[in-house]
T-cell receptor, first 112, second 113 residues
Framework: SQTIHQWPATLVQPVGSPLSLECTVE??????LYWYRQAAGRGLQLLFY??????ISSEVPQNLSASRPQDRQFILSSKKLLLSDSGFYLC???????????FGQGTRLTVV | GDSVTQMEGPVTLSEEAFLTINCTYT??????LFWYVQYPGEGLQLLLK?????DKGSNKGFEATYRKETTSFHLEKGSVQVSDSAVYFC????????????FGSGTKLNVKP
């Protein structure tokens, strides 16, 4: 069966520090991969999605970047965190041609 | 652009009460529509979906009907339970790019015994 792993579960980082969140999927190949952010009191915002290795689509210009170095690995990064980067980050995957997305447990990031 | 609008919460109901959570969307053409649920401390799970107009998605006693004429996909349940307490998200996937998902702001449901 397919599983998605996202870590760390919680993270507290100072302003200006770098960020790296990792997400990996097991049990499937060539999935679509997604990063979402859920800010306090707000809905889910699509940040990036990828349909293949090295292929990244950005939905909103911001302080973050994403990379897909391997088929089932999706990384969210920042060189210098801002206070506004605080939130709950969710990774998701979906099989190509299907309509159901499967989500990880999320990472709660607090920038102080 | 494509977007989803949900009713604001929180919604507080007594057990066995009737539930409606409103969702309307803006999209070109015929998107696929979804309801996802997020239980406390967990990621999102697909609850139900509908991929064309007049389709009814259903799961675990929840239902939603894809209404093209009103661009709506309201979530309903006839008798809620305490275990239904969660945050519910309406979402769409646009027809021009099914790789994308757009979510509403979420509606928190609290069910009291």
């Amino acid at each position: 069966s397919q599983t998605i792993h996202q870590w760390p579960a919680t993270l507290v980082q100072p302003v200006g520090s770098p960020l790296s969140l990792e997400c990996t999927v097991e049990g499937t190949s060539n999935p679509n991969l997604y990063w979402y952010r859920q800010a306090a009191g707000r809905g889910l915002q699509l940040l990036f999605y990828s349909v293949g290795i090295g292929q990244i689509s950005s939905e909103v210009p911001q302080n973050l970047s994403a990379s897909r170095p391997q088929d089932r690995q999706f990384i969210l990064s920042s060189k210098k965190l801002l206070l506004s980067d605080s939130g709950f980050y969710l990774c998701a995957w979906m099989l190509r041609g299907r309509t159901e997305a499967f989500f990880g447990q999320g990472t709660r990031l607090t920038v102080v | 652009g494509d977007s989803v609008t949900q009713m604001e919460g929180p919604v507080t109901l007594s057990e066995e009460a009737f539930l409606t959570i409103n969702c309307t969307y803006t999209a070109t053409g015929y998107p696929s529509l979804f309801w996802y649920v997020q239980y406390p401390g967990e990621g999102l799970q697909l609850l139900l979906k509908a991929t064309k107009a007049d389709d009814k998605g259903s799961n675990k006693g929840f239902e939603a009907t894809y209404r093209k004429e009103t661009t709506s996909f309201h979530l309903e349940k006839g008798s809620v339970q305490v275990s239904d307490s969660a945050v519910y998200f309406c979402a769409l996937s646009p027809p021009y790019n099914f790789n994308k998902f757009y979510f509403g702001s979420g509606t928190k449901l609290n069910v009291k015994p």
